[in-house]
């Protein structure tokens, strides 16, 4: 009973005491309820003002959710979320000290003087109204001013009245007990109530400077006439242009809008902070510092980025050179081995005949010594006696003629091999050494005449050092027989015609008739009424004067005349089809040098046998190939040697012209086209190219060239003869040996001690004349040429014919034309500059035309696929790259220079988010980008115009250039930002910054390419200059110009600066929010915007990359 009386007792204390207790509570909530509605009459009381405090910060929330919802709705494009910058801006709850010392100053009446939402938007909405002050209200107008209506003050509401502070349509009367604005509130001029100053301000109480008469710190002054009047509170919150002294200082954080601190040491404060930031180890920074210093990190990034590059360059370098040096040792080696191994069948051979010509004297003497003899011997005393006499040189052939007798029997068929007879060893070496082909035992130093480009059917060789024995064994074996070849007689010519184990090349036949080449638009003739043919397996030589139309003609039958006018017709095998159509099998040599000069000899010659040479062949025998064009060629001393450039100096002139050949030759042509190869060669070399070139007429291939007087040595070396008079006529296409019999017949004979082609051609120019019993003029001699083959004569021609038919008639104007300055047709100079245009035009619409046409492809030979052209392209082009590191570094320093020049003038602006500072950088970026993106396709433009022509893939070069051009684009803007972003020190991070720049570099990249495939070099870096700094200017200067700000949305760099200002506004908050909206509003942009910008600027770069691969294609020479 005792302890459930206890228990009882302590459950009545229990709920007595809650009862007191929610009394009390109700007690104060009602007394404050009753206080936000009248007065706060014990707001002193310390119970009390923590519970007034939350109600009037839970009153508050409202207000600051329709300010931060008002602004989010009219400023969306500066806020992208509107609960996270409203917690950045108006959320206290961490620091409600201003709300205390408030409702203490104003007597528990802070709620009658708070701003309801119609009041705030009323303050808001001159914002973007772009007004300097308020209108007049119904508390502040023309009539009514009262106290509250000066800035830094504000008024109450009357005792009666009720506010609404969710109220959005309404301003309430607010004209009574007007006092100065408390700290934490801003109370602006022309509004009569209290605004909570956001997070990163400082609203203090404001105290009269008497030397100035203004509020410090803040910028009005005392109202005149108003002795009572006193210095408020803050007046205004704006942008930081306009309300500066209400922005925390830098140097200095703000916890609370009412207090302000120093930034300690080790830490930094930019302005509006609402804490202290630690510095990044490795920098510098003091007391009240307001940036970090980041040099340091700076100075490591770069010294980063050119330690990576360095090793890159230097690495790759040293494992260049090592692996040249090492391939060049096992070359040397495989070269050796293969002369060791041709040389022994010659030193077999040596043995041979010494042994022969030994066994022979044996014989003649024994048989002097039996002749005095009585025939009474028995035959095997003979043998025996002989047996003794050849004992000590049977060892010399005896071990062959076991062996190979022995594979005889077994292998080899009766009706073709003649058996050895082991009794009569001189007699079967006499007969091997007349009739080799009847004793396949003895071909020890047989030469194989399977393909030069077929490996045998055994294991095929892999590494470098099988791949280069095996290409020298041949090539040795080739040398052989071309010895054995100077020898062979018809039927073995037919033999080796005819082997079916011989790789051969499809041969081409290209006939003309009645050839007639006009430029268009101006009815000039280049060439007239050519008709012949030229053959596979022979030397043609194009020979005539200046203006004869050589290099016009080889054009034509390569099918590269553009611009012209084409008569006539051109067959191929004899069929009508284009000659384009067997451009993978057609080899033409220009007559300049367009060779890549970074690129060694052998590097050349073999990548252009990787992209031409039959994609089943495999790399032993492409191997071959080169090797066999570098050794006929006479290219082995400076096969590692860089060809050079005007600039660098690399091998000499006149090897330079004998690698521009090679490049035709390792493809293994069918038509082989050669404009003047011999010029700038001497005797010497002139006369190893066209040994080479013999070699490969051997082999079916169709050779024609052009040539300026070729000496007497190389003029015999020619098999066919074209030769053309000025005007574009044939004087004399046939062989060259019966040429001079030919002018001979004309009365034509050429001088002793005179190069027969030198005299045809004086002939031609006019400089010799012919004999004067001859009768022939050198213009007649096209017409002679006709009428010698049956040709059909042209109309103007006819008059010329007549007379030569009939000589008696007088002589007329030669070639039938009339009197000199007769007829001709006085244009104007509109007309002759109409004719000019038109002229132009026609030859780029031809050209266009050339380029984009199609033709089907009949040369049978299919080369490797566009993929591993890239992949050769793309090995071929970092190659270059490596050579070029110089070039690279200095723009990599250019690049470091800009963005320390940049960073250090253009600190990063607060009022503007950085954008000048980012708008040098855009103009720098671009401008040194552009011109460094010009050399990928400006410098070696011929070399790809040489390439495309022959068939190789535009598409694989395109892409490996820009693949390479990569490693700049990602390297180049973290060069510029290790500078720039450390000395602007910007909000934005740095892999912001790097990320919009990478975009840039890309962008330009890109319109770089177009410029330098559109334009010449020169007029191509003028662009590259204007097009940064005009369409910048554009993109800034759209504010009052409509047409201006249409225009800007096809300038790139308003979506680079667009980016770099908006990654830069995001970090900007609290009291930076109306500075953000007011610069994203007058520039234009948003914050939502980001990814847009990036799109953009990767779409541009993608489609000036579309643009300039078209310009590729399209308008190529």
Same mark, same amino acid.
């Given at each position: 009973m005792h302890k459930?009386?206890?228990?009882?007792?302590?459950?009545?204390?229990?709920?007595?005491?809650?009862?007191?207790?929610?009394?009390?509570?109700?007690?104060?909530?009602?007394?404050?309820?009753?206080?936000?509605v009248n007065d706060y009459d014990q707001v002193e009381n310390p119970d009390v003002l923590p519970i007034v405090i939350s109600i009037v910060n839970n009153r508050l929330s409202p207000l600051t959710n329709l300010l931060s919802k008002d602004i989010s709705e009219r400023a969306g494009f500066c806020i992208?979320?509107?609960?996270?910058?409203?917690?950045?801006?108006?959320?206290?709850?961490?620091?409600?000290?201003?709300?205390?010392?408030?409702?203490?100053?104003?007597?528990?009446?802070?709620?009658?003087?708070?701003?309801?939402?119609?009041e705030a938007k009323f303050y808001i909405d001159m914002f973007f109204r772009n007004a300097s002050s308020l209108r007049p209200n119904r508390n502040c107008n023309l009539t009514s001013w009262v106290a509250g209506c000066e800035p830094g003050w504000a008024c109450s509401v009357g005792q009666n009245e009720t506010v609404d502070i969710e109220n959005s349509k309404v301003i309430p009367s607010r004209t009574t007990d007007c006092q100065p604005c408390c700290a934490g509130f801003f109370c602006p001029r022309s509004l009569t109530c209290m605004i909570p100053c956001p997070l990163g301000s400082h609203c203090p109480q404001a105290t009269l400077n008497t030397n100035t008469s203004l509020c410090e710190p803040y910028n009005y002054q005392l109202p005149p006439g108003k002795p009572n009047h006193t210095c408020g509170g803050a007046n205004i919150w704006a942008d930081i242009g306009t309300s500066r002294e209400v922005f925390c200082s830098a140097g200095s954080y703000c916890p609370?809008?009412?207090?302000?601190?120093?930034?300690?040491?080790?830490?930094?404060?930019?302005?509006?902070?609402?804490?202290?930031?630690?510095?990044?180890?490795?920098?510098?920074?003091?007391?009240?510092?307001?940036?970090?210093?980041?040099?340091?990190?700076?100075?490591?990034?770069?010294?980063?980025?050119?330690?990576?590059?360095?090793?890159?360059?230097?690495?790759?370098?040293?494992?260049?050179?090592?692996?040249?040096?090492?391939?060049?040792?096992?070359?040397?080696?495989?070269?050796?081995?293969?002369?060791?191994?041709?040389?022994?069948?010659?030193?077999?051979?040596?043995?041979?005949?010494?042994?022969?010509?030994?066994? +022979?004297?044996?014989?003649?003497?024994?048989?002097?010594? &039996?002749?005095?003899? %009585? *025939?009474?011997?028995?035959? !095997? $005393?003979? /043998?025996?006696?002989?047996?003794?006499?050849?004992?000590?040189?049977?060892?010399?052939?005896?071990?062959?003629?076991?062996?190979?007798?022995?594979?005889?029997?077994?292998?080899?068929?009766?009706?073709?091999?003649?058996?050895?007879?082991?009794?009569?060893?001189?007699?079967?070496?006499?007969?091997?050494?007349?009739?080799?082909?009847?004793?396949?035992?003895?071909?020890?130093?047989?030469?194989?005449?399977?393909?030069?480009?077929?490996?045998?059917?055994?294991?095929?060789?892999?590494?470098? +050092?099988?791949?280069?024995?095996?290409?020298?064994?041949? &090539?040795?074996?080739? %040398? *052989?027989?071309?010895?054995? !070849? $100077?020898? /062979?007689?018809f039927s073995g010519v037919v033999s080796v015609a005819y082997d079916p184990e011989m790789r051969k090349r499809p041969l081409i036949e290209v006939s003309f008739k009645d050839l007639t080449l006009t430029l268009k638009g101006k009815d000039k003739h280049l060439l007239r009424y050519v008709t012949?043919?030229?053959?596979?397996?022979?030397?043609?030589?194009?020979?005539?004067?200046?203006?004869?139309?050589?290099?016009?003609?080889?054009?034509?039958?390569?099918?590269?005349?553009?611009?012209?006018?084409?008569?006539?017709?051109?067959?191929?095998?004899?069929?009508?089809?284009?000659?384009?159509?067997?451009? %993978?099998?057609?080899?033409?040599?220009?007559?300049?040098?367009?060779?890549?000069?970074?690129?060694?000899?052998?590097e050349n010659l073999w990548f252009n046998a990787k992209c031409r040479l039959p994609a089943c062949l495999t790399k032993p025998d492409k191997v071959l190939v080169v090797e066999r064009v570098i050794e006929s060629l006479g290219l082995q001393s400076v096969r590692d040697s860089l060809v050079g450039t005007v600039e660098k100096r690399g091998i000499s002139g006149g090897q330079r012209k004998r690698v521009n050949v090679g490049l035709e030759m390792v493809m293994e042509p069918s038509l082989l086209i050669l404009d003047e190869p011999t010029s700038g060669l001497d005797s010497a070399s002139s006369l190893q190219l066209l040994r080479a070139l013999r070699h490969e007429a051997l082999e079916g291939v169709n050779i024609c060239m052009v040539l300026h007087q070729p000496s007497y040595s190389l003029f015999q070396m020619f098999d066919d003869l074209v030769l053309l008079a000025k005007g574009g006529f044939t004087v004399y296409h046939g062989s060259a040996e019966k040429a001079e019999q030919y002018f001979a017949d004309l009365g034509i004979h050429v001088p002793d001690r005179v190069n027969p082609p030198d005299h045809f051609i004086d002939i031609l120019e006019g400089i010799v004349t012919p004999s004067r019993s001859s009768g022939v003029n050198y213009k007649e001699l096209p017409v002679r040429w006709m009428l010698h083959n049956g040709y059909p004569v042209p109309p103007e021609l006819q008059q010329t014919a007549a007379r030569i038919a009939t000589p008696s008639v007088s002589p007329a104007p030669a070639n039938g034309t009339s009197p000199p300055h007769a007829g001709i047709d006085e244009r104007s100079f509109a007309g002759d500059l109409w004719q000019d245009v038109s002229c132009n035009v026609t030859i780029h619409r031809d050209s266009i035309r050339h380029n984009l046409l199609k033709f089907k492809d009949l040369s049978r030979r299919r080369t490797p696929s566009v993929l591993w052209q890239y992949r050769y392209f793309l090995g071929r082009v970092a190659k270059q790259r490596m050579r070029e590191a110089k070039v690279q570094a200095t723009d990599y320093l250019i690049l470091l220079l800009a963005g320390a020049c940049l960073g250090t003038i253009a600190k990063s602006g607060e009022e503007n988010f950085g954008a000048i500072g980012y708008t040098y950088t855009i103009i720098a970026v671009s401008l040194l980008c552009k011109i460094a993106a010009l050399r990928s396709f400006s410098v070696d433009k011929l070399q790809y115009w040489r390439e495309s022509a022959s068939g190789m893939s535009s598409l694989a070069y395109f892409l490996a250039k820009d693949t390479v051009d990569h490693f700049n684009t990602v390297i180049k803007p973290a060069v510029y930002l290790s500078m720039f972003f450390f000395f602007t020190n910007p909000r934005s991070s740095f892999s912001e910054n790097y990320t919009v720049l990478l975009c840039l570099v890309y962008c330009v990249t890109g319109i770089g390419y177009a410029f330098a495939i559109f334009f010449q070099p020169g007029p191509a870096q003028l662009w590259s200059v204007l097009v940064p700094v005009v369409s910048t200017l554009v993109a800034i200067r759209t504010q009052d110009n409509e047409v201006l700000k249409k225009m800007s949305i096809f300038c790139y760099p308003k979506w680079a600066l667009e980016a770099f200002v908006i990654s830069n506004a995001e970090r900007y908050y609290g009291v930076w929010l109306i500075t953000r909206c007011g610069a994203l509003l007058k520039s234009g942009y948003s914050l939502h915007d980001w990814t847009l910008c990036i799109a953009i600027l990767v779409l541009t770069g993608v489609i000036s990359r579309a643009i300039a691969y078209l310009g590729m294609i399209t308008f190529q020479k």
């Open positions: 459930m009386g206890l228990k009882k007792l302590k459950v009545c204390t229990f709920c007595s005491l809650s009862i007191w207790v929610f009394v009390l509570l109700s007690f104060l909530l009602n007394t404050a309820q009753c206080q936000d992208k979320d509107q609960k996270t910058e409203w917690n950045k801006a108006f959320n206290f709850e961490s620091n409600l000290d201003f709300l205390a010392s408030c409702i203490l100053q104003t007597r528990g009446s802070i709620m009658r003087r708070v701003c309801t939402a119609a609370s809008t009412v207090q302000e601190k120093p930034c300690s040491s080790g830490h930094y404060c930019r302005t509006g902070s609402t804490s202290e930031k630690r510095c990044f180890k490795l920098t510098s920074c003091d007391s009240h510092t307001s940036i970090q210093d980041l040099h340091a990190y700076g100075v490591m990034l770069i010294a980063a980025i050119f330690t990576l590059l360095l090793t890159i360059y230097n690495c790759s370098d040293q494992v260049l050179n090592t692996r040249e040096r090492r391939l060049a040792k096992t070359r040397e080696a495989a070269a050796r081995s293969a002369r060791e191994t041709a040389k022994a069948p010659e030193r077999w051979k040596a043995d041979k005949n010494a042994a022969t010509k030994r066994t +022979s004297g044996l014989q003649t003497r024994t048989s002097q010594r &039996i002749s005095f003899k %009585k *025939a009474t011997k028995e035959p !095997d $005393e003979e /043998l025996k006696i002989f047996d003794q006499t050849f004992e000590t040189d049977e060892h010399l052939y005896t071990p062959v003629y076991m062996s190979t007798s022995s594979e005889s029997l077994s292998s080899s068929a009766p009706s073709k091999v003649q058996p050895i007879e082991p009794n009569n060893p001189i007699q079967v070496m006499l007969e091997i050494e007349d009739t080799p082909e009847n004793y396949v035992e003895f071909e020890v130093s047989s030469h194989d005449r399977k393909s030069k480009g077929q490996t045998t059917k055994g294991k095929r060789p892999r590494t470098h +050092s099988q791949i280069f024995k095996y290409a020298y064994a041949q &090539i040795e074996k080739e %040398k *052989a027989q071309q010895q054995d !070849d $100077e020898n /062979l007689t012949g043919k030229i053959r596979p397996g022979r030397i043609t030589a194009v020979m005539g004067p200046s203006g004869a139309g050589k290099t016009t003609f080889i054009s034509a039958l390569a099918g590269k005349a553009m611009g012209c006018k084409v008569t006539g017709l051109v067959l191929i095998n004899g069929k009508n089809e284009s000659i384009r159509s067997y451009r %993978k099998i057609i080899g033409y040599v220009p007559q300049d040098d367009i060779v890549h000069g970074n690129l060694t000899v052998e």
